[in-house]
């Protein structure tokens, strides 16, 4: 009888065992991290339609002080909790500011007002719509605003 044959065996059965263990135990440990961060990037940013329509700057009487934007923000007829509307408003020097709104309905626009204090006294040049959103699970997080972006005029 050759038990030199029965020990490699035995030793590739381990090595498997091994194998399959250490998989299960870096899989337990990484798997409540990836559940979380999926919870946090759900369908509901990719499902959500926003997006602005129109931007157009307002200015005093000579046209030289700036004093509000006016963004028409349109929501298509998606089904995501929308808690508000975010417009991010760009500036030519390439700087940006996040402005929240309130919230719009599925398949309504709505005009958000953008005070010069809210951009220190800067007239955007272009702006985008985002969301902060209620996901499935109950927790609220926020949707990037979309690529697609509106010049002001």
Known sequence: M???????IVTAVLIILMVIAAVTVVWLAIQRGI????????AECVTLDVSAV???????ETGSIYKNSTVLVKRGADDVNLQNA???VEFATGEAVTVTSTSVAAGESK??????SDTSDKAPTKVSV???VM???GKTGACAPSTAKVACA
């Open 111 to 116: 005009i958000v007002n953008i005070l010069a």
């Open 2 to 8: 050759n038990k030199r044959g029965l020990s490699d």
């Open 130 to 132: 985002g969301g902060i």
């Open 35 to 42: 559940l979380g961060k999926l919870d946090n990037t759900g």
């Open 86 to 88: 975010t417009v991010l």
């Open 54 to 60: 129109s931007c157009t700057n307002v200015y005093n």
């Open 135 to 137: 996901y499935s699970s």
